[in-house]
């Protein structure tokens, strides 16, 4: 049974973040939350609106958003992109690859097989990038029990310019991120 989606816009206050943890996780965990798992999970297409942090998400219509409707305000909707539209774009990124005979991830810790990661899985996502910069940033270590060893995940801040090169695609990555990590906040397309 297909169930119809509905997109909505709301606005988080920029204030509302404490300031030690990423926004972009935090927004998208909180959310998440609030709509007690009813979204899909990553949340897509964020982007910055005077203070506030504006979001679409996509939700089963009809569907009780109970607490979640304290933060709808009267938002701008977000542009929906064509083949062929620019836009402004960030991304925290899973910088690790696969190798064939190596069980686990290995990591990429320079900008240019970074990029070349990204440009890779950029063309798989409906998307031609025009311009990036990537800045490597220090691993996420997470541990789960003191007895085993943590979870390392390898980052890239990747920011620039793309080209939409095919909507369906694109839609698809929005909705469902980029690249792995996605359980610890990587991965999420934010544009700008």
């Known amino acids: 049974?297909?169930?119809?989606?509905?997109d909505i816009d709301l606005r988080l206050p920029?204030?509302?973040?404490?300031?030690?943890v990423?926004?972009?996780v935090w927004t998208h965990k909180l959310v998440y939350e609030v709509l007690e798992g009813r979204v899909e999970r990553p949340l897509f297409a964020t982007s910055e609106v005077g203070n506030d942090?504006?979001?679409?998400?996509?939700?089963?219509?009809?569907?009780?958003?109970?607490?979640?409707?304290?933060?709808?305000?009267?938002?701008?909707p977000l542009p929906t992109l064509s083949v062929g539209d620019q836009s402004n774009f960030l991304l925290i990124f899973n910088a690790s690859k696969r190798v064939t005979g190596v069980r686990?991830?290995?990591?990429?810790?320079?900008?240019?097989?970074?990029r070349d990661a990204f440009e890779a899985k950029a063309a798989a996502s409906g998307f031609a990038v025009i311009d990036c910069r990537v800045e490597v940033l220090?691993?996420?270590?997470?541990r789960k029990t003191p007895a085993r060893p943590p979870i390392t995940q390898c980052r890239a801040q990747v920011t620039g310019r793309l080209q939409v090169?095919?909507?369906?695609?694109?839609?698809?990555?929005?909705?469902?991120?980029i690249g792995a990590g996605k359980a610890y906040g990587l991965g999420m397309l934010i544009l700008l």
């Open 104 to 114: 686990n991830r290995v990591a990429v810790t320079d900008a240019t097989g970074v």
């Open 165 to 177: 090169t095919d909507t369906g695609l694109f839609d698809q990555c929005l909705r469902t991120g």
């Open 138 to 142: 220090p691993p996420l270590r997470i």
């Open 14 to 20: 920029r204030e509302a973040c404490p300031a030690h």
């Open 53 to 76: 942090r504006l979001i679409r998400l996509r939700v089963p219509e009809g569907v009780a958003l109970g607490d979640a409707q304290a933060f709808f305000h009267a938002a701008t």
């Open 1 to 6: 049974m297909n169930t119809a989606m509905l």
């Open 22 to 24: 990423d926004r972009s």
